[in-house]
């Protein structure tokens, strides 16, 4: 079937089947191989990308569901020479080992910070209300949906904090 | 994954009766990878007007569609419905919940994995074919309303807070109608295949609250790991306190039956009594008189008895025991 996305700021027509995930129309029919798949059953969020600038795993959503919509993906985040200030603290900070898992870290990221940034509660907060620190557990919670097999956990979370402009001198100050 | 024709639905008239709707697709589309379900057809209803979050009465209407992250964040929910955000946020994941409806979690099937494989017999897959969990490794599985042909649960965590709110499943079709959650999803029987009261050319548009009943709000869940997994148990209560004494008690139980559990006589019993630890056990000594288990999840019993005992002592009030 004929459908139209839009992604990266550009539009590309493409010819699939209907089957076709997100993922595998990314990678395997416009070769952006950045968006990794991992377990493609959404339980390691390697394939995490963002739909109209929220957090998705492109492994569960059709492409032919996902025409009307602006996809995101972590080459659109940024490029070698213009870092996203997320890329950016990852390498900083040595956030990855092997790499396999960090798009998906990076784009499931930006969509969280988003996410704070609009007042969203998690589990790991006290109050429903807020306000939501950025602390460690406020962030282990809300990226549990990205598994890092190098556990590389720690450094993720201090890139994410930096990235955030979180105060590293209250680590976990509610 | 089967092959299978993709229409998109634009009104709700428009809807053909034999497709299988998609929405979310979390769990429809994994399951459709490992073949367990095939359909023919897919509608996909994302572009129907089911995203809203209104007042209704005194209580609230939720569309079908209604994400469950923005479930978990909205305003109301957060005020007068805490339970609801809260069991919200103890689901799956950050992406999960930007993608999971408030429809289609109450459609998601079990995740017993005699369920999910194909090699395994299995009653609600292929009815009469037995149930291969029955004898097998039975972790995650139903200690309430099971029978010999299917020990499966329900695995969500919203539903379970709907339940403790007495929500109502809004629904179209030939004949709409208004069914209470309670009613819902069906126990398996000798019919594990047929888990809800949805019929062919039926659609769920909706949920609807009840006007909010105060009182403490608590979603306790224990699972395997910290994140990002399924209920071994979990309690949702709703308990209102008035002069030192319980004068409400609304408790429903996940990750125990194939449907969210609730039992009056729980309730009844601590209606109108001072809190206490005596009294507390008495609750879930009647919570856990029908409770059966089946080999290595008999664990869940004394965990559900005292992941009740906790979630009331807290929403009481009484002091955390060291």
């Known amino acids: 079937m004929q459908i139209t996305l839009h992604l990266n700021g550009a539009t ?3 010819d699939v089947d209907a089957r076709t995930t997100l993922l595998d129309a990314l990678r395997h029919h416009l070769g952006l191989t950045g968006t990794k798949k991992g377990c493609d059953h ?25 025409e009307d919509a602006q ?19 990852f390498l900083d900070h040595d956030g990855f080992q092997c790499g396999y898992c960090t798009p998906g870290q990076i784009c499931s990221a930006t969509g969280m910070l988003e996410e704070i940034a609009a007042g969203w509660p998690s ?21 549990s949906g990205n598994l890092c097999r190098c556990a590389a ?22 | 994954m089967r092959e299978f024709t993709y229409l998109r639905a634009a009104s709700l008239a428009d809807l053909p009766a034999s497709a299988t709707i998609i929405a979310g697709g979390t769990n429809l589309l994994d399951l459709m990878k490992h073949e367990v379900m095939a359909p023919d057809a897919l509608v996909d209803i994302t572009r129907l007007d089911l995203n809203r979050v209104e007042s209704e009465d005194d209580g609230l209407r939720i569309g079908a569609l209604v994400r469950n992250s923005d479930l978990a964040a909205h305003p109301v929910i957060r005020r007068d419905y805490p339970v609801l955000s809260r069991a919200l946020l103890a689901g799956a994941s950050g992406q999960l919940r930007n993608m999971a409806t408030t429809g289609g979690n109450l459609m998601q099937r079990t995740r017993c994995p005699y369920f999910y494989d194909r090699r395994m017999a299995c009653n609600k897959r292929d009815p009469g074919a037995g149930c291969a969990a029955i004898g097998g490794v039975t972790r995650n599985h139903a200690i309430l309303g099971a029978s010999d042909h299917c020990i499966a649960t329900y695995p969500g965590d919203m539903a379970v807070a709907l339940r403790a709110l007495d929500a109502v499943v809004n629904i179209d079709g030939p ?13 398996p029987d000798d019919t594990p295949e047929i888990e809800t009261v949805l019929r062919p050319g039926e659609i769920i548009t909706g949920v609807t609250l009840p006007a909010p009943v105060g009182g403490q709000h608590r979603y306790r869940k224990v699972r395997d790991r910290a994140s990002y997994a399924f209920a071994l148990v979990s309690v949702a209560a709703v308990v209102g306190m008035e002069d030192g004494r319980i004068s ?14 609730r039992d009056p006589e729980v309730e009844a019993v601590l209606a109108g009594q001072e809190p206490s630890d005596a009294l507390f056990a008495e609750a879930a000594e009647i ?10 999840n008999q664990f869940k019993i004394p965990l559900l008895r005292r992941s009740l005992i906790a979630t009331l002592r807290d929403a009481t009030g009484m002091e955390a025991k060291p």
């Open chain 1, 123 to 143: 589990h790991a907060s006290a109050s429903l209300e807020g306000p939501f620190a950025l602390s460690h557990a406020e962030i282990a919670e809300r990226m």
């Open chain 1, 153 to 174: 956990y720690t450094h993720i979370v201090a890139a994410i904090r930096q990235a955030a402009g979180a105060d590293d001198r209250h680590e976990d100050a509610a």
């Open chain 2, 287 to 296: 919570l856990l008189r029908p409770a059966k288990a089946w080999g290595e």
């Open chain 2, 175 to 187: 004949a709409p109608r208004q069914v209470p959650l309670a009613d819902f999803h069906l126990l």
């Open chain 1, 71 to 89: 996809i995101t993906t972590i080459e659109g985040l940024g490029s070698p020479d213009r870092l996203s200030p997320l890329q950016q603290q």
């Open chain 1, 42 to 66: 959404g339980q390691c969020g390697a394939c995490t990308v963002l739909i109209d600038g929220r957090r998705v795993n492109s492994c569960l959503t059709l492409a032919c569901m996902a």
């Open chain 1, 12 to 14: 590309h027509d493409l």
């Open chain 2, 248 to 261: 409400q008690a609304a408790l429903a139980f996940g990750g125990v039956a194939a449907k969210p559990w």
